[in-house]
């Protein structure tokens, strides 16, 4: 569909293009007739002024990009929500790009985000090893960048909301122990994931506080269903025992607890299973599972409200925010 243009107006009219954008912005030096001619042409053959355009006038877009590393799980579209609901009663438009777990992906998100002239970006990292040229180069451009959950590594000069991830991770893995667990196997999410570090860090000091440390338990794996479920499989593999899986995730997981459900292991009679996200995939599974849950929804409109600041005043503090989490203990544990 072809749109039309204030050109096309300009060429029916046989008058400049500045004298009808003039008449549709209400110039007070442009005659009465002739932005009545405007308006009356405008409307014949169905002519639309683009916000955006319009916008860029006044130097800004009202456009804020978000930037996910996955939408496989209600993870970020809970965080989505709580973003939406405080833009749109801002009265901003919300551009959203999924990185797929993919540096390359999340840098072309970027430039695609540049290209349309955000005002503001809100992002999950899929890697806090790539990209920060770029995010520092964007900032250094003014453009207002708030990072939540997935924080980078070396730009703390840059307004972020997280979680606890070392301590949150320390408290389940001490309350896998306190339950009678000592064989507690932990699914090790990538490396390049900051939080997968953390949290594998927690993991690491409770079971050194209780002298359970083994470093077989250790797994380290990738980010889906099936990346959990061939964590199972390679401890069994390898001949280790364990009586608790911990994983970096819900989605890991749900991936070992059903693959230890088809090797015929009783939950959690046999192996205790617990997992860190929180999404309502934890309450749908059987038995439901124990997890640490972020307020999803609370991350998302405080990540909304920081980069709104920032738009609003550049010289404002970039502040870091840690939220609480809590720890939901279910049936995958035996409570």
């Known amino acids: 569909m072809k749109h039309v243009t204030i050109k096309d107006i300009a060429r029916e009219l046989c008058i400049s293009v500045s004298t009808v954008s003039r008449a549709l912005t209400d110039d007070k030096n442009i005659r009465r007739e002739t932005r009545e001619a405007v308006l009356r ?17 006044m130097g ?6 978000v930037i996910v590393p996955e939408m496989h799980t209600p993870y970020a579209s809970q965080v989505v929500a709580g973003i939406q609901s405080v833009l749109y009663k801002n009265n901003q438009k919300v551009m959203i790009a999924e990185s797929d777990e993919d540096p390359n992906r999340e840098h072309e998100s970027l430039l695609m ?26 900032a250094a451009a003014g453009m207002a960048i708030v990072f939540y959950d997935r ?9 972020q909301v997280m979680i606890g991830d070392n301590n949150d991770s320390y408290f389940m893995a001490e309350h896998l122990v ?17 939080n997968a570090v953390e949290r594998a860090r927690g993991y690491r000091e409770a079971m050194e506080k209780f002298g359970v440390y083994d470093p077989q338990l250790v797994v380290k794996t990738g980010m889906t269903f099936a990346d959990g479920a061939a964590a199972v499989d390679d401890l069994v593999r390898r001949g280790v025992e364990f009586d608790a899986v911990y994983a970096f995730t819900d ?27 929180g999404t309502e995939l934890s309450t749908i599974v059987y038995p439901k599972l124990t997890t640490v849950e972020p307020p999803l929804g609370e991350m998302g409109r405080r990540a909304a409200e920081l980069v709104l600041e920032k738009v609003n005043n550049p010289d404002t503090e970039n502040r870091h925010i840690v939220l609480r989490t809590e720890m939901k203990c279910r049936a995958s544990t035996g409570e």
């Open 41 to 57: 042409e405008a409307e014949r053959l169905g002519y639309r002024r683009t916000p955006v355009a319009m916008n860029l006038k």
């Open 60 to 65: 800004r877009t009202n456009t804020i990009g």
């Open 113 to 138: 985000m540049e290209e349309f002239m955000v005002d503001g970006l809100i992002v999950s990292m899929c890697s806090h090893k790539h990209n920060l040229e770029t995010y520092r180069r964007l």
């Open 151 to 159: 924080i980078p590594h070396g730009l703390d000069d840059m307004p």
């Open 178 to 194: 306190r339950l009678g667990r000592r064989r507690i196997a932990y699914l090790y999410g990538p490396d390049d994931v900051y």
């Open 251 to 277: 989605t890991l997981a749900i991936g070992a607890m059903n693959r230890l459900r088809e090797l015929g292991r009783r939950i959690p009679e046999d192996v205790a299973v617990a997992g860190f996200s």
